[in-house]
């Protein structure tokens, strides 16, 4: 439909489900990444095999290509700036990415623009924070977290005592948050300025990975929380001037506050259930805003819950799906796998959407779901 | 997921849109048909240029898969049979085939079987015709249909005077039908016998190309019709011993009788609209009927009416689609392009699926789709 070239850097999941979006739009979807095995390999119009690492390598992929997009932030900065320097659209701009990147900076940024975040201080590495701690300027417990390149629960560590481990990195420190419960929200925004919001969701954490484990829409807050956060992420995504989706992270406090955690500018595992319980997907709404297209509804079509599919603690290897047929004989569970080559411990494998009338009855299911389901190899 | 081997004949937009179903549940999924700039190209895991007319590619194909399925009848049947003897796993099988690519068989059968449908007769050739009006065993009007390779509106000739042109093959002839209403059923019938039956939908034809113009779902008929209908549409898949999706198109008479007109042993047309608007989607479920998987609720989430998008009548050439972006500022409206690289007169260039809260008020939302969008070159 559109002669636009879309590239994307990266062939995860989060590649391969927009390249599934991008399908009944007829769009030119190319995607970046080191191996044909990678999940998106079969969902696009052109694999270009290569590492979104590597400044060649994105060079040379994002001049074949109009519209750049991401699904990671980990991709190499110095040639999306260069990109966009030759005129490419690079979509979210190096310098929202650039912020976004380093935890640091995007703590500075919320400060900076009074949006509420936990407070924090910036340590050049584990030297200096036993320094604070000696001197007494820093008091155990925190929360310790690298400033670049966390994932997936990597790269967060929380700080007891001194017999807790220091991660040996460039950090922020942050007090511990007395957390009522985690939110996540989405927004799109497109290049006119557009702006979509879908409803909050509820997430629940596997506590042994410190991935989401399930997470429910729409969470359950009251409707003053709701809006107030709705407002929140409007504004944040207006301040960081980013266009596509920006995933919002936050944590309610026992006393009702609001905090940003952590914001992604990209399809999200927040959004996964949007596939099926919103009135459109995250992630043809971030090929709409690829294409400055006009945003699609966000409105929820029903309640649902999303559980991630874990490889399980024991198995490494080529997967095997144990009891997969009896969760498709299930009424109104829709399953997602990503293709990945190999199972490792608690890695995302794949992730399960249960449309519900409620999210009690929801529940019951997803425990059934979770005891017979297993990732083995 | 499954490492079984999924072969489906025919590269057109059922097969690009059961490969996007394919590709959630991580199937190996493989496409032989003529053209690398077919719809499907870009939506399977492996495209093999090849004519499923053709014997030895069929051949060739089939053995390279575990389970051949099709997304047109006009296939190699000697080639079926052949892999059927082998072994391999056809769906639908090639005797059931057989009969559905037959229009005189097909009629026959529901004969046997006490399926209504309007009373007809066969004939060898457009001489026979005319031997039966100047005898006098036939009368003017009557429907006549060539018994094999109709398709989207041709092989079909309402034949009124001995001025109306006869088509050259053999034929079945009918009795004019006093139609009130054309529906269609679809139903899904796995290898285990489980079957599962959508809800039936109501189609409006483009007089002028003989082409389903839109259609919605559900269709208005009466709860008795309803329940009759449904009840024939399981007899029938029993009876013709289908596994895999059975679309059922059938007339209600204005004496309130309904008629099996035709069958298609496939995903259809008339399906379309089970991507957005049912728990299940048609080419989900095709996936499932293929792998003997159980199959997935087939309820109603929002009616819903679908439109074709077809080729403009004047314009032959690169399609543009001229008024899509002011389509999908529409809420609530899903647009799916199949790719295709030429547009002609009424050619099928995609679908639109209109999600509402009444029918009344999608079609109000259909008139202006209609107004805006044309497919031009």
């Given at each position: 439909?559109?002669?636009?070239?879309?590239?994307?850097?990266?062939g995860g999941q989060l590649g391969k489900m927009?390249g599934?979006?991008?399908?009944?739009?007829?769009?030119?979807?190319?995607?970046?990444d080191?191996?044909?095995d990678f999940p998106a390999a079969h969902s696009?119009?052109?694999?270009?095999?290569?590492?979104?690492?590597?400044?060649?390598?994105?060079?040379?992929?994002?001049?074949?290509?109009?519209?750049?997009?991401?699904?990671?932030?980990?991709?190499?900065?110095?040639?999306?700036?260069?990109?966009?320097?030759?005129?490419?659209?690079?979509?979210?701009?190096?310098?929202?990415?650039?912020?976004?990147?380093?935890?640091?900076?995007?703590?500075?940024?919320?400060?900076?623009?009074?949006?509420?975040?936990?407070?924090?201080?910036?340590?050049?590495?584990?030297?200096?924070?036993?320094?604070?701690?000696?001197?007494?300027?820093?008091?155990?417990?925190?929360?310790?977290?690298?400033?670049?390149?966390?994932?997936?629960?990597?790269?967060?560590?929380?700080?007891?005592?001194?017999?807790?481990?220091?991660?040996?990195?460039?950090?922020?420190?942050?007090?511990?948050?007395?957390?009522?419960?985690?939110?996540?929200?989405?927004?799109?925004?497109?290049?006119?300025?557009?702006?979509?919001?879908?409803?909050?969701?509820?997430?629940?954490?596997?506590?042994?990975?410190?991935?989401?484990?399930?997470?429910?829409?729409?969470?359950?807050?009251?409707?003053?929380?709701?809006?107030?956060?709705?407002?929140?992420?409007?504004?944040?995504?207006?301040?960081?001037?980013?266009?596509?989706?920006?995933?919002?992270?936050?944590?309610?406090?026992?006393?009702?506050?609001?905090?940003?955690?952590?914001?992604?500018?990209?399809?999200?595992?927040?959004?996964?259930?949007?596939?099926?319980?919103?009135?459109?997907?995250?992630?043809?709404?971030?090929?709409?805003?690829?294409?400055?297209?006009?945003?699609?509804?966000?409105?929820?079509?029903?309640?649902?819950?999303?559980?991630?599919?874990?490889?399980?603690?024991?198995?490494?290897?080529?997967?095997?799906?144990?009891?997969?047929?009896?969760?498709?004989?299930?009424?109104?569970?829709?399953?997602?796998l990503y293709g990945k080559k190999?199972?490792?411990?608690?890695?995302?494998?794949?992730?399960?959407?249960?449309?519900?009338?409620?999210?009690?009855?929801?529940?019951?299911?997803?425990?059934?779901?979770?005891?017979?389901?297993?990732?083995?190899?």
């Amino acid at each position: 439909m559109n002669t636009k070239r879309i590239g994307i850097l990266g062939g995860g999941q989060l590649g391969k489900m927009m390249g599934i979006a991008a399908q009944p739009l007829d769009l030119d979807f190319w995607i970046l990444d080191k191996s044909l095995d990678f999940p998106a390999a079969h969902s696009c119009t052109h694999f270009v095999e290569g590492d979104f690492t590597n400044y060649e390598d994105v060079m040379a992929f994002g001049r074949q290509v109009d519209i750049i997009g991401i699904e990671i932030e980990g991709v190499n900065d110095q040639a999306l700036q260069d990109l966009e320097n030759e005129g490419k659209n690079v979509i979210p701009s190096s310098a929202s990415l650039k912020i976004i990147k380093d935890k640091g900076l995007q703590k500075q940024f919320y400060k900076k623009y009074n949006l509420p975040t936990a407070s924090f201080k910036l340590y050049d590495g584990p030297d200096d924070i036993s320094d604070a701690v000696a001197t007494g300027s820093l008091v155990y417990p925190f929360v310790q977290k690298v400033r670049k390149g966390g994932y997936d629960g990597q790269g967060v560590s929380i700080i007891k005592s001194s017999e807790s481990k220091l991660l040996r990195a460039s950090s922020l420190v942050e007090n511990l948050v007395d957390i009522k419960k985690e939110i996540a929200i989405l927004a799109a925004r497109n290049q006119s300025g557009q702006i979509h919001i879908y409803d909050p969701v509820e997430m629940v954490f596997n506590e042994e990975a410190n991935l989401v484990d399930y997470l429910f829409c729409p969470a359950q807050l009251t409707l003053e929380t709701q809006v107030k956060a709705k407002f929140l992420v409007s504004k944040l995504i207006n301040e960081m001037d980013i266009v596509g989706l920006l995933a919002v992270e936050m944590f309610e406090t026992n006393k009702g506050e609001l905090l940003i955690n952590e914001v992604a500018p990209r399809p999200h595992n927040s959004g996964h259930h949007t596939i099926e319980a919103a009135m459109t997907s995250q992630f043809e709404q971030q090929l709409r805003c690829l294409l400055n297209l006009p945003l699609g509804g966000t409105a929820l079509r029903s309640p649902a819950i999303m559980i991630n599919i874990l490889g399980a603690y024991a198995y490494t290897g080529k997967p095997i799906y144990d009891g997969i047929s009896e969760v498709m004989a299930m009424e109104n569970v829709y399953v997602h796998l990503y293709g990945k080559k190999e199972t490792r411990p608690f890695r995302k494998m794949g992730h399960i959407t249960i449309l519900c009338d409620s999210i009690e009855s929801g529940l019951q299911k997803k425990e059934k779901i979770q005891k017979k389901l297993r990732v083995i190899a």
